[in-house]
């Protein structure tokens, strides 16, 4: 009920103010978890409209190092895809959303440039992209960084155990 609700006040705050960059980055991230609850259905209708709204944020404030990484969690997430998605996906769309993990890296790098080290999940996800191009070496180094980030949450400790344990496989 939460999430619906945010969507609407992310969509009032549009309405008021288009040349808003945080208006869109919410809306982008409200649409998104609307999606979580509504299917992949949903979740793949929305993405392209989620893409156009977090790209038009960093293009109003190129400094939120956010923004720029939500995209690259936006490429990640289509680039990783399963197969059987893809299928379902082309099925339900006649150009369903795709992505790389190049792009995914270029984003999370551009988040880093524009912020360093403000998030240990950009971090653990350049880590992450680099293990999927198969760069050892760069993995290596962001998963470290990640591993090493101070914990002041929750999620910075469980980015830390995940990196970890990534480390620990290669």
């Not at 995209?71 to 997430?77: K, R």
């Not at 912020?115 to 992209?129: A, I, Q, R, V």
Request: aromatic share 12%; glycine share 2%; proline share 4%.
């Amino acid at each position: 009920q939460l999430a619906y609700e945010a969507l609407e006040y992310a969509k009032i705050a549009l309405e008021k103010n288009e040349a808003n960059f945080a208006a869109h980055k919410w809306y982008a991230i409200c649409l998104s978890d609307v999606g979580d609850f509504e299917g992949i259905k949903t979740k793949i209708g929305n993405a392209i409209v989620i893409k156009e709204h977090f790209q038009r944020a960093v293009e109003l404030n190129p400094k939120d190092a956010t923004t720029i990484h939500l995209i690259g969690i936006w490429c990640y997430s289509f680039a990783e895809m399963p197969w059987y998605q893809r299928k379902i996906a082309a099925t339900l769309f006649a150009t369903p959303p795709t992505s790389t993990f190049q792009e995914a890296l270029r984003y999370f790098h551009m988040a880093e440039e524009a912020e360093p080290n403000f998030y240990s999940k950009n971090l653990l996800f350049l880590g992450k992209t680099y293990l999927k191009l198969n760069n050892k070496k760069m993995a290596l180094l962001w998963l470290s960084k990640a591993k090493d980030y101070p914990a002041h949450t929750e999620e910075d400790k469980q980015v830390q155990k995940e990196a970890l344990e990534l480390l620990n496989s290669i």
